[in-house]
């Protein structure tokens, strides 16, 4: 229930105007969304070690700046806190200011170095296409974390708390989503900028299975193969994107796109490798009447008439390190665009180079609508808190539009034929093999299936979203 009868005006200004941009039309003014990470700690006065720390304090700091600067729409869990999960699971890959890393940095994670570190061997790639989920469990786990022994290894004290304190850690912050979400919408009005995750198939296998670079190689001296284990991603990818995803699909399901892009790869290995495997993501879940907001990390324009294929509206495309110009230009007449702020301004300008840049970015991305403020990367603690100031202060004077229109319908797609592999997506241990225990199965034998399936699911979002984060 909303705290106050002005709150609930807030919100449902704020809900609209964000809807009616998100989806192509002309609201009152430009909405103002931060993804604020570690920006949101410094506007507390908290440090960045407290965040990456205490979750429920890193949910407060961005419900509390989103707030006091105004904001319309706020990414809830922008700051990666989680510490929690990291260290109960053990994982090796996340590294915490004052605890991994220098204590005035920022959470930051690493992938695979050498041959040594991959958490999938290059003679592998057979097993992970063959089963996923398997994969996951028999050796992934174990290789991505420093307790934890893989299927058939030494069994020990330290395995076996990591074991379940991880899962328990990991439950624990995803329940906390749900009250912090509530407080974020009835105590200060905000809109939650999005829900659900995704990330390519190609950026997963380097990000978490071979590195970038060993990933790169390979894409060179056996393509074939590592399309096969992109194509056994999907399936996953999309359950665990559903999963998270907003019931009433209003906001979008995000991914965090970054190396997929030349000149991270060719352009052979875009067409050939991680376009087709991403569109395969993205037209199921299109196909299922979601939005995708494409955070295009870096610059994606020698992709943008890609992009273009995708069905009208269905993704927000927003804009990193390409020109403003250039994106108003060949995007806004298909999706609507956010982004564009320029991080270096905000993080080392004065307030003057703040409202200097945003004329012209307005200039540019205003027209027409179909644009949210935002800027052109997660706000680190870098970031000056009075030049954000500034940018809203100018939003609210200089954003506001004389005519407004209305939403445009979405586009939609057919759903994609998937081959699911020989374990489903949300099932870890099949209710087939799991009722062979039972000796005296009978009754309502359909309810101890459901329950049993729920239970497995969970599992299996653990899993995943741990791999996929």
């Given at each position: 229930?909303?705290?106050?009868?002005?709150?609930?005006?807030?919100?449902?200004?704020?809900?609209?105007?964000?809807l009616t941009a998100m989806n192509g039309g002309t609201p009152?003014?430009?909405?103002?969304?931060?993804?604020?990470?570690?920006?949101?700690?410094?506007?507390?006065?908290?440090?960045?070690?407290?965040?990456?720390?205490?979750?429920?304090?890193?949910?407060?700091?961005?419900?509390?700046?989103?707030?006091?600067?105004?904001?319309?729409?706020?990414?809830?869990?922008?700051?990666?806190?989680?510490?929690?999960?990291?260290?109960?699971?053990?994982?090796?890959?996340?590294?915490?200011?004052?605890?991994?890393?220098?204590?005035?940095?920022?959470?930051?994670?690493?992938?695979?170095?050498?041959?040594?570190?991959?958490?999938?061997?290059?003679?592998?790639?057979?097993?992970?296409?063959?089963?996923?989920?398997?994969?996951?469990?028999?050796?992934?786990?174990?290789?991505?974390?420093?307790?934890?022994?893989?299927?058939?290894?030494?069994?020990?004290?330290?395995?076996?708390?990591?074991?379940?304190?991880?899962?328990?850690?990991?439950?624990?912050?995803?329940?906390?989503?749900?009250?912090?979400?509530?407080?974020?919408?009835?105590?200060?009005?905000?809109?939650?900028?999005?829900?659900?995750?995704?990330?390519?198939?190609?950026?997963?296998?380097?990000?978490?299975?071979?590195?970038?670079?060993?990933?790169?190689?390979?894409?060179?001296?056996?393509?074939?193969?590592?399309?096969?284990?992109?194509?056994?991603?999907?399936?996953?990818?999309?359950?665990?994107?559903?999963?998270?995803?907003?019931?009433?699909?209003?906001?979008?399901?995000?991914?965090?796109?970054?190396?997929?892009?030349?000149?991270?790869?060719?352009?052979?290995t875009f067409d050939r490798i991680c376009w087709p495997t991403?569109?395969?993501?993205?037209?199921?879940?299109?196909?299922?009447?979601?939005?995708?907001?494409?955070?295009?990390?870096?610059?994606?324009?020698?992709?943008?008439?890609?992009?273009?294929?995708?069905?009208?509206?269905?993704?927000?495309?927003?804009?990193?390190?390409?020109?403003?110009?250039?994106?108003?230009?060949?995007?806004?007449?298909?999706?609507?665009?956010?982004?564009?702020?320029?991080?270096?301004?905000?993080?080392?300008?004065?307030?003057?180079?703040?409202?200097?840049?945003?004329?012209?970015?307005?200039?540019?991305?205003?027209?027409?609508?179909?644009?949210?403020?935002?800027?052109?990367?997660?706000?680190?603690?870098?970031?000056?808190?009075?030049?954000?100031?500034?940018?809203?202060?100018?939003?609210?004077?200089?954003?506001?539009?004389?005519?407004?229109?209305?939403?445009?319908?979405?586009?939609?797609?057919?759903?994609?034929?998937?081959?699911?592999?020989?374990?489903?997506?949300?099932?870890?241990?099949?209710?087939?093999?799991?009722?062979?225990?039972?000796?005296?199965?009978?009754?309502?034998?359909?309810?101890?299936?459901?329950?049993?399936?729920?239970?497995?699911?969970?599992?299996?979002?653990?899993?995943?979203?741990?791999?996929?984060?």
């Amino acid at each position: 229930m909303f705290q106050s009868e002005e709150i609930r005006r807030l919100y449902e200004q704020r809900h609209a105007r964000y809807l009616t941009a998100m989806n192509g039309g002309t609201p009152d003014r430009i909405p103002i969304r931060f993804l604020l990470q570690e920006a949101a700690a410094r506007f507390c006065g908290v440090s960045n070690q407290e965040v990456a720390v205490d979750y429920n304090q890193a949910f407060e700091c961005t419900r509390k700046a989103g707030e006091a600067l105004g904001c319309d729409a706020v990414m809830l869990n922008a700051i990666w806190s989680n510490y929690g999960v990291a260290k109960a699971a053990s994982w090796k890959y996340l590294h915490v200011p004052g605890v991994d890393t220098d204590l005035g940095g920022v959470q930051q994670f690493s992938e695979p170095q050498t041959e040594e570190d991959e958490f999938l061997q290059a003679d592998e790639y057979e097993e992970l296409i063959d089963d996923p989920t398997a994969f996951l469990v028999n050796k992934w786990f174990a290789r991505a974390t420093t307790r934890l022994s893989p299927t058939g290894g030494k069994v020990t004290f330290d395995h076996n708390v990591a074991l379940m304190s991880g899962a328990l850690a990991y439950a624990n912050y995803m329940n906390a989503f749900g009250p912090a979400a509530a407080r974020l919408k009835y105590e200060s009005g905000l809109v939650a900028a999005n829900s659900g995750m995704i990330k390519a198939p190609l950026d997963i296998l380097m990000d978490k299975f071979r590195g970038y670079v060993n990933c790169a190689i390979d894409t060179l001296e056996n393509p074939d193969i590592v399309l096969r284990a992109c194509e056994a991603l999907i399936p996953h990818i999309v359950a665990n994107a559903l999963g998270g995803a907003d019931p009433q699909k209003e906001v979008p399901i995000t991914i965090w796109a970054h190396r997929g892009c030349v000149p991270f790869i060719s352009h052979e290995t875009f067409d050939r490798i991680c376009w087709p495997t991403l569109r395969a993501v993205f037209e199921e879940i299109i196909s299922k009447g979601y939005q995708i907001l494409f955070y295009g990390e870096g610059n994606w324009e020698a992709h943008y008439d890609t992009l273009r294929t995708l069905p009208a509206g269905s993704i927000i495309y927003h804009l990193d390190k390409g020109s403003p110009e250039t994106a108003a230009r060949k995007l806004k007449d298909r999706f609507a665009v956010s982004g564009g702020l320029d991080y270096n301004v905000l993080a080392r300008g004065s307030a003057e180079d703040v409202r200097k840049h945003m004329k012209d970015l307005f200039g540019w991305l205003k027209p027409g609508g179909a644009y949210i403020l935002d800027a052109t990367a997660l706000m680190l603690s870098d970031v000056k808190p009075e030049n954000l100031r500034v940018a809203v202060d100018y939003t609210l004077e200089h954003g506001v539009y004389s005519q407004s229109s209305p939403a445009r319908l979405r586009e939609t797609c057919p759903s994609v034929n998937m081959d699911l592999g020989k374990r489903a997506p949300n099932t870890v241990r099949p209710w087939e093999v799991e009722s062979k225990d039972y000796r005296a199965l009978a009754g309502n034998v359909d309810a101890v299936r459901k329950a049993w399936e729920s239970v497995d699911a969970s599992l299996y979002n653990y899993l995943w979203t741990t791999v996929l984060w």
